[in-house]
Antibody, heavy 124, light 108 residues
């Protein structure tokens, strides 16, 4: 059974750095084709893709946020960590992690499992 | 281009068929995937690839694509299908993922 769970602070101050951890089970990020991604959703607004890390430790970032984001993995702990620097009130959102994998027969299976999300509020 | 455009809102009578569309240049090269999101819940994948449904997704959900437009069709919409629907695909580089702005589906 695949599960993902996000954890991190519920409240951060402007200019601070946010660190979120995605702890997953039911799959391994050392398996070829496997990826974990971060997606966020401001209250009442649309989903926004943030970053992705794959089994080969390749990393990809949203063009608009790439200077502020860092994604990393600890395969032994089944965790993926996202850091976002210089937080601003507009970054207030629910942050999700989700699995994505590449299947040789069907191609990408994007975001088939999601965590429940963690709400991060940026306020002084 | 990295944008995916969706109509903000669509309505359908109970039991009728509705099509939700997603437009973007990258859809000429990459398939769209579709997600259903109900209030207070995480998104759920309903369609991916050419027209694949994950286990547990009813067969009234189907996907198609033509040119720069991908479509999600619900044939015989049910009350429980009322939700926000998001499309997703890759941009022209193939390495950046993008979500559409979402479509709020109302079942009348």
């Amino acid at each position: 059974q695949v599960t993902l769970r996000e954890s991190g602070p519920a409240l951060v101050k402007p200019t601070q750095t946010l660190t979120l951890t995605c702890t997953f089970s039911g799959f391994s990020l050392s398996t070829s084709g496997m990826c974990v991604s971060w997606v966020r959703q401001p209250p009442g607004k649309a989903l926004e893709w943030l970053a992705l890390i794959d089994w080969d430790d390749d990393k990809y970032y949203s063009t608009s946020l790439k200077t502020r984001l860092t994604i990393s993995k600890d395969t032994s702990k089944n965790q993926v960590v996202l850091t976002m620097t210089n937080m601003d009130p507009v970054d207030t959102a629910t942050y999700y992690c989700a699995r994505l994998y590449y299947d040789i027969l069907t191609g990408y299976v994007p975001f088939d499992y999601w965590g429940q999300g963690t709400l991060v509020t940026v306020s002084s | 281009s990295s944008e995916l455009t969706q109509d903000p809102a669509v309505s359908v009578a109970l039991g009728q068929t509705v099509r939700i569309t997603c437009q973007g240049d990258s859809l000429r090269s990459y398939y769209a995937s579709w997600y259903q999101q109900k209030p207070g819940q995480a998104p759920v994948l309903v369609i991916y690839g050419k027209n694949n449904r994950p286990s547990g997704i009813p067969d009234r959900f189907s996907g198609s694509s033509s040119g720069n437009t991908a479509s999600l069709t619900i044939t015989g919409a049910q009350a429980e299908d009322e939700a926000d629907y998001y499309c997703n695909s890759r941009d022209s580089s193939g390495n950046i993922w993008v979500f559409g702005g979402g479509t709020k589906l109302t079942v009348l």
